[in-house]
Every structure is written in structure tokens, then in C-alpha cells.
């Protein structure tokens, strides 16, 4: 069965400094891998997302991810943290039967 | 388009009630999928669907049902409601494809007594 683990449950980092999400997902075919947003009493929005190609993938709001398949993991990036970006990120692992698995979320705080 | 709307928004019932909480989309999406969401774990996948007439359980089922007979909608009927049924309930939609985005609706807040 496949299984994301994002290590880290809280982050704080300060307004400016550069930020990076970990994930680590298992699982044995190719993994379509999504990294969402949540801001408080929210729905989930996504972040960006990989699947084939060029393993550094850009998304929204200046974030990137790399997937990097020897390490089994997708790490989420942002070179200059806005106090708008704390929020509760989680990374998800999608299935080739259509079946999603989320990791238990990391919440980002920012410190002014 | 409205998006995912879900409904109600808020509920409170008494152990031992069912209810369903009702879910639909407007984007002609295949793939619906209903997710739990509890303090420090994360979206845990009730239920999903890659189509009309096609469900499938997820993580966590037991407890629920789903059927799927239109494109737009996918309800969620809790049979006889218990206090660890308390949570946060997401639908979500994608496309086609495991590789779409998933349109996730507002939430709806679920305490059972």
C-alpha cells in the first residue's frame, strides 16, 4: 500500500528566509505526486504538482518542488517566505487507480 | 460554475442517527473522492469513485456508504452515527486522470454526541 510521511509536524520560519517542506512517499510504481495548501477553516488548494518530466516543478505563489526518485521524495521549496504563505501544507501520492494518500501535514508559522 | 459545494455546512447529531452529507460538482469530473480530516492526521480517504455507477473503498469506510448514480453527485450516508465520526468531511473532484488537480469543496463540520 502506498504511504506519504511529511517528518516534520510544525515549521517556523521568519519572513524572508527561505523555506523547504519535506516528503517522503512509498510507493512501487510510478508515483503522481501533489503538494496542496491549507489556510485555517479553508478547503485544500493545490500547490503544484509532478508526474513525468523535468523533476523541478514550479507551482503557484513562487513555490517548487523536486522529486527525486533515489530518495523517494518530493520537498517543497520557497526561496523567500511571505507572512501570507503560513498555512498547513500537505503532500499527496495518487495511485493508478485514482486512489489518494495524504501525508498528516506540516503547518507552517511565520515570524514577522 | 460553482465549483464543489457540500452540504450542510455544520451538523451535530446524536449517536446512533444517520444523515448524509451531500456532495456536488458543475465541472463534469469522473473522480470523486470523500476524505476525513482529524487534528494532526492529515485527509484520511473514505470513499471514492472514478465514475458513475464505479465506488471503491478507501483507508477508512467502515462506517459510511456511498453510491454514485449521476456524474455531479456523490453523497455520503453515515448508517448509525458514533462519537469517534466527529471530524471535519471533504469531498474533492478531478477530471479524468490521477494526474488532475483535485477541486476540493468547503468542508463540512460533523459532531456526533
Known amino acids: 500500500a502506498q504511504s506519504v510521511t511529511q517528518p516534520d509536524i510544525h515549521i517556523t520560519v521568519s519572513e524572508g528566509a527561505s523555506l523547504e517542506l519535506r516528503c517522503n512517499y512509498s510507493y512501487g510504481a510510478t508515483p503522481y505526486l501533489f503538494w496542496y495548501v491549507q489556510s485555517p477553516g479553508q478547503g485544500l488548494q493545490l500547490l503544484l504538482k509532478?508526474?513525468?518530466?523535468?523533476?523541478l516543478v514550479q507551482g503557484i505563489k513562487g513555490f517548487e518542488a523536486e522529486f527525486k526518485r533515489s530518495q523517494s521524495s518530493f520537498n517543497l521549496r520557497k526561496p523567500s517566505v511571505h507572512w501570507s504563505d503560513a498555512a498547513e501544507y500537505f503532500c499527496a501520492v495518487v495511485t493508478n487507480a485514482g486512489k489518494s494518500t495524504f501525508g498528516d501535514g506540516t503547518t507552517l508559522t511565520v515570524k514577522p | 460554475n460553482a465549483g464543489v459545494t457540500q452540504t450542510p455546512k455544520f451538523q451535530v447529531l446524536k449517536t446512533g442517527q444517520s444523515m448524509t452529507l451531500q456532495c456536488a460538482q458543475d465541472?463534469?469530473?469522473?473522480?470523486m473522492s470523500w476524505y476525513r480530516q482529524d487534528p494532526g492526521m492529515g485527509l484520511r480517504l473514505i470513499h471514492y469513485?472514478?465514475?458513475?455507477?464505479?465506488?471503491d473503498q478507501g483507508e477508512v469506510p467502515n462506517g459510511y456508504n456511498v453510491s454514485r448514480s449521476t456524474t455531479e453527485d456523490f453523497p455520503l450516508r453515515l448508517l448509525s452515527a458514533a462519537p469517534s465520526q466527529t471530524s471535519v468531511y471533504f469531498c474533492a473532484s478531478s477530471y479524468r486522470d490521477r494526474g488532475d488537480t483535485q477541486y476540493f469543496g468547503p468542508g463540512t463540520r460533523l459532531t456526533v454526541l
Open positions: 509532478y508526474f513525468s518530466g523535468d523533476t
Open positions: 469513485s472514478v465514475g458513475a455507477g464505479i465506488t
Open positions: 465541472m463534469n469530473h469522473e473522480y
